[in-house]
Every structure is written in C-alpha cells, then in structure tokens.
C-alpha cells in the first residue's frame, strides 16, 4: 500500500542554518504531495503542496520539489528561524474515494537562538 | 472561506465516563470529514472517516464511536473511556483534488 517515510527527529538547528527534511513515499499512480506543521498544542496546517511531478510548492520561505523519479518530497528553507520550531509531516493523498491521506510520522524541528 | 470548529479544546474525564467531542465545518457542503488520534510526541492516527451524512468508516477497532448527524457535523463518541484514550484529537475535511485537508484546532483529552 501506499506509504511515507520521512527522517526521524528530532532535528536541531541554529538560527540562520540551512534545513532539509527528507521524506520519499510509495504509490501506485501519481499522488499529491503535502507539507504540514503543527506548532505546538496546535492542529495541522497545510504547509505546501504538489499536484504533479517536477511542481516545486512553496510557502514562508519553504520549498519542496514533487521528484517522481526518486520519489521524494523534501522540505528544504534556507534560513531557518525561531519561530520554525515545530513539528513538519509530510503527506500523500492518492485517489481512494474516501481521499484518505497517508502521513508520515513527523519530524520535531528546534531551532535555537 | 472555510472553517472547522472543535470542542472542547480541553478535557479531562475519570475512566469509565462517557466520551462526546463535536467538529463542525463551515463554508462548504457535503465535505469528507476525518477523526484523527495524535497520542503525545507521536504522528496521527486515522481512527474514522465519513463521506455524507450517516456514512462511517472505522480504520481501527477502538472503544470510541463516531457519527454524522448532519452534512457538517461530526462526533466521536465513548461509552466508557480508558486511560489509553488519552490524546490530542484532531478533525479535519478533505477539499477536492488534490485531496488536501484541513484540519480543526483540536481537543486534548485526559483520561485520569
């Protein structure tokens, strides 16, 4: 079945420093691909997104590029900041009726001063 | 524009006391709507989903119960919970193509 694998964290970082977040999936067709964070006690929120191979999604200074012959999505920000900290899933929905979609197991990101 | 609404934000409840949490979406008609169960420090679990009024599909046997009243309602329900239903939980609907959601600002349960 469908999958997503993204890097385990917890990952740290100074203020400032370059941030890649892997993430690779399994899916049969051409799924859409999602970046989500969570600040804490908070919900999701829709971070970015991809509807096809090749589209870069970008938002706040976040990118990921929909690489269909690696099959990878991952989360890059040139300059991280404080505010960053929280925690990132990476997500594929697929074509199910019910549009379920299938997260990763997040990754925890603290940026220090 | 849309918007999904939880409540309570938080709760604590004794085992073995009966469980209601309520999400509501506005701003769209006959949504996708999905429980999700986030236990501490862990990722989310799709515990129900529903596709229209009266329509439940469980992902995962549990002692918790959902239901769909109306188009834009959504309730997880317990008869009797357990410590291990303790957790952040989170409602969310579904846009069409490509399929993203939404999620609510959650309701954290504890079970003491």
């Known amino acids: 079945g469908d999958s997503v694998t993204q890097m385990e964290g917890p990952v740290t970082l100074s203020e400032e420093a370059f941030l890649t977040i892997n993430c690779t999936y399994t899916?049969?067709?051409?799924?859409?691909l999602f970046w989500y964070v969570q600040y804490p006690g908070e919900g999701l929120q829709l971070l970015l997104k991809?509807?096809?191979?090749?589209d870069k999604g970008s938002n706040k200074g976040f990118e990921a590029t929909y690489r269909k012959e690696t099959t990878s999505f991952h989360l890059e920000k040139g300059s991280v900041q404080v505010s960053d900290s929280a925690v990132y899933f990476c997500a594929l929905s697929g074509y199910s009726s019910a549009s379920k979609i299938i997260f990763g197991s997040g990754t925890r990101l603290s940026i220090r001063p | 524009s849309q918007t999904i609404h939880q409540w309570p934000a938080t709760l604590v409840q004794p085992v073995g006391s009966p469980l209601s949490l309520e999400c509501t979406v506005e701003g769209t008609s006959n949504p996708n709507l999905y429980w999700y169960r986030q236990a501490a420090g862990r990722g989310l679990q799709l515990l129900f989903y529903s596709v229209g009024i009266g329509q439940i599909s469980s992902e995962v046997p549990q002692n918790l119960s959902a239901s769909r009243p109306q188009d834009r309602q959504f309730i997880l329900s317990s008869k009797k919970l357990l410590l291990s239903d303790s957790g952040f939980y989170l409602c969310a609907w579904v846009r069409d193509r490509p399929y993203e959601q939404y999620f609510g600002p959650g309701t954290r349960l504890t079970v003491t």
């Open positions: 991809a509807t096809k191979a090749d």
């Open positions: 899916a049969t067709g051409y799924p859409s």
